[in-house]
């Protein structure tokens, strides 16, 4: 389903992302690399040994991912071709710059995926889990991100806006552009 009034390459799924082929699958990571719950936990299980491996390595370079930076690694045994970990802000009231990382989580999986040739890449809901980000209010972030992030750059096909549950996509469903 495409989102009404943004770019057409922005594509909303409800569904599994590890099951997506697609160039790049976004992973919503913990600062470590290690795999954790949620998303993080089903990505790396689903990419089996050679994405912690990887993730390993990442950690004995620079000790692991920043929070609101990305990363990228082969996916193992995903269909996709990477998998892009970005660290999330822990939602503190939004008086920690939370709002300002979760958007540099956006813009700097969309400049490795275009660093890396990556045609298509899909995203998951970041930060809204354990995180406790306001899921509206990271929606919105994401919507205004990928689409300025689009409106400059014509290398990526398709994005894809991956909610794994019903209210993170009845909120996409519903954003009318106001945060």
């Not at 990571?29 to 936990?41: K, S």
């Not at 990419?47 to 993730?55: D, H, I, Q």
């Not at 996916?75 to 970005?86: N, P, Q, S």
């Amino acid at each position: 389903m495409r989102l009404k009034s943004l770019d057409e390459r922005i594509q909303l799924i409800q569904g599994d992302i590890t099951r997506l082929k697609v160039d790049a699958i976004v992973n919503a990571a913990n600062r470590g690399l290690w795999g954790g719950g949620g998303v993080d936990g089903a990505i790396h299980r689903a990419a089996g040994p050679e994405l912690s491996e990887a993730c390993g390595r990442i950690r004995n370079v620079q000790g692991g991912c920043p929070t609101g930076e990305a990363v990228i690694t082969p996916a193992g045994r995903l269909a996709a071709r990477y998998v892009i970990h970005t660290v999330g802000p822990v939602w503190n009231g939004g008086g920690e710059n939370e709002v300002e990382l979760l958007a540099a989580c956006y813009r700097n999986s969309l400049k490795l995926a275009v660093d890396h040739a990556v045609k298509t890449i899909a995203f998951p809901n970041i930060s809204t889990g354990v995180y406790r980000f306001p899921k509206k209010l990271a929606a919105g972030i994401a919507l205004r991100e990928i689409g300025d992030f689009l409106r400059q750059d014509r290398n990526l096909e398709a994005v894809m806006l991956v909610c794994f549950d019903a209210e993170n996509y009845a909120i996409y469903l519903q954003w009318n552009g106001r945060e």
